[in-house]
């Protein structure tokens, strides 16, 4: 973010770079793995009770 006098605090710069990065190789993996699962788990779960599809 600029600042008033024009210049960018390199302290935050570094911060903010730091969060992309964590966020693009942490937890977008994280959470597609976490959705992924989630729905095997759900059809799963759904085959179990229902019993396999069916003709």
């Given at each position: 973010?600029?600042?008033?006098?024009?210049?960018?605090?390199?302290?935050?710069?570094t911060e903010e770079l730091r969060s992309f990065l964590f966020l693009t190789a942490v937890m977008v993996p994280v959470l597609s793995v976490i959705t992924v699962a989630g729905y095997g788990f759900?059809?799963?779960?759904?085959?179990?009770?229902?019993?396999?599809p069916s003709h």
């Open positions: 973010m600029i600042q008033p006098g024009g210049v960018e605090d390199p302290q935050r710069k759900i059809v799963w779960m759904t085959q179990l009770i229902s019993g396999p």
